[in-house]
């Protein structure tokens, strides 16, 4: 019998790669969508739209507790994954009360359902390198003390308790992944990584003169999604649940991103950035660096992508998809 997951999530980055992944695996495999993605599928199911035929898809949404009690009843499930999120961290600063709302009582709407319907089934949880936020040490570690610098980073930390409390109170298979930052062609363009290739991307064709930044200096620990989503899939293939940080171990500023996106172009990024103070947060994480040693020893791990591959692979992947269609992405 083939296994059956859930994927909270499945229209986004790592939604997508992760439903990849998951059918190549032989699973049978179904995703939660907001219903207003069901009505434009061009546009919101685009990262999905080649896997779209072999997928189950339930419209519900995160912000009702019985939209999501209704398609965990109807599918006997082995696995969940549960991904979607209001992910955007410079957004919740703009609306905090929405991230919340979605991010921690859509997680707990997840978990009840789970606990009422299908209490075997092995749940996981998006957290985020974001929980460290003020890093309290580096590298950081499952150890490492939270102390979250957002409301998106306040949001997640409550999700991350929510998994860990049903793991210890009712004995369910919960884990949490600490994923670290992890980018690809499919990234949103608001996060900094896809705004710099595509508009480099622009500025090489004369489509665009600048790139407008906020903090060049903040550090990231970058790791490519189709390499984390294998990690989400190893925490619930374990013995027992637990919590686990996924990282390269390795750290960059926003600055040398940029660097190396420009000069795959043939480009000097200096004669492009305008630093814009709009794009400033009002608390910034400005260093993470992650140690993943319990990954790679307990779930046999590691990242394939080199930081230069990740960004190589970002900027030829923009630049066919300007020539292609003749238009800014
Ligand atoms: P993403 O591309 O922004 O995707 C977010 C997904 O959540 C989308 O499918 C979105 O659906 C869905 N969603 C948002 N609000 C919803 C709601 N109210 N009801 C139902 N679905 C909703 O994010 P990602 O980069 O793939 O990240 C996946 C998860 O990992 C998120 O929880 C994120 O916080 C976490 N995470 C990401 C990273 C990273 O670096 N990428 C690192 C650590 C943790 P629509 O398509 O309908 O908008
Ligand atoms: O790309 P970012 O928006 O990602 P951020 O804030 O690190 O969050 C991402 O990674 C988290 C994991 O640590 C996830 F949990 C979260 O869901 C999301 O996927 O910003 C990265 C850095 C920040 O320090 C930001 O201040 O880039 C800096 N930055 C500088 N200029 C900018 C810009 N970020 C954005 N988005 N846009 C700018 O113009």
């Known amino acids: 019998m083939a296994k ?25 495999v179904h995703g939660l969508v907001r219903r207003v993605a069901l009505e434009d599928p061009s ?24 939209s999501i009690f209704n398609v965990i009843s109807r599918v006997a499930l082995d696995e969940c994954y549960h991904l979607a999120a209001q992910s955007f961290v410079a957004e919740s ?10 991010n921690i009582n859509g997680t707990h709407y997840m978990l009840a359902a789970l606990y009422e319907l299908r209490r075997d089934c ?11 936020g003020k890093v309290r040490e ?10 979250p610098r957002s409301p998106y980073g306040i949001s997640k930390v409550a999700g991350f308790e929510l998994t860990r409390n049903y793991r210890e109170a009712y004995g369910m298979y919960c884990c949490n992944g600490i994923l670290f930052n992890h980018e690809s062609p499919r990234r949103g363009f608001e996060f900094v990584s896809r705004k710099i290739t595509s508009t480099a991307v622009q500025i090489k064709l004369g489509m665009a003169t600048e790139l407008a930044l906020g903090n060049l200096d903040a550090k990231r620990d970058w790791g490519h999604a189709s390499d984390y ?3 989400m899939h190893l925490m619930l293939q374990q013995p027992e649940p637990d919590d686990y940080v996924v990282a390269t171990g390795e750290t960059h500023t926003v600055r040398e991103f940029c660097e190396l996106a420009f000069c795959e172009l043939g480009l000097d990024y200096g004669k ?7 794009y400033y947060r009002p608390a910034e994480v400005h260093l993470l660096l992650g140690d993943s040693t319990k990954a790679r020893r307990q779930l046999s791990w590691e990242p394939k992508y080199q930081f230069s ?17 003749g238009k800014a992405p």
């Open 4 to 28: 059956r997951a859930l994927i909270t999530g499945i229209t986004g980055q790592d939604g997508s790669y992760l439903a990849e992944h998951l059918l190549s695996l032989g699973y049978e």
């Open 43 to 66: 546009r919101r199911l685009h990262r999905i739209s080649h896997l779209v035929d072999r997928l189950v898809l339930h419209p519900a949404t995160l912000e009702t507790y019985p």
């Open 93 to 102: 600063f703009n609306d905090g009360f929405s991230t919340m709302n979605t």
């Open 122 to 132: 092995k749940f996981y949880f998006a957290g985020t390198s974001e929980m460290f």
């Open 138 to 147: 580096t590298p950081q570690t499952e150890m490492t003390p939270f102390y």
């Open 229 to 231: 989503v294998e990690a």
């Open 272 to 278: 492009y950035i305008k630093i814009d103070e709009r």
């Open 309 to 325: 591959e990740l960004v190589k692979e970002m900027v030829h992947a923009d630049l066919a998809e300007v020539l292609q269609s």
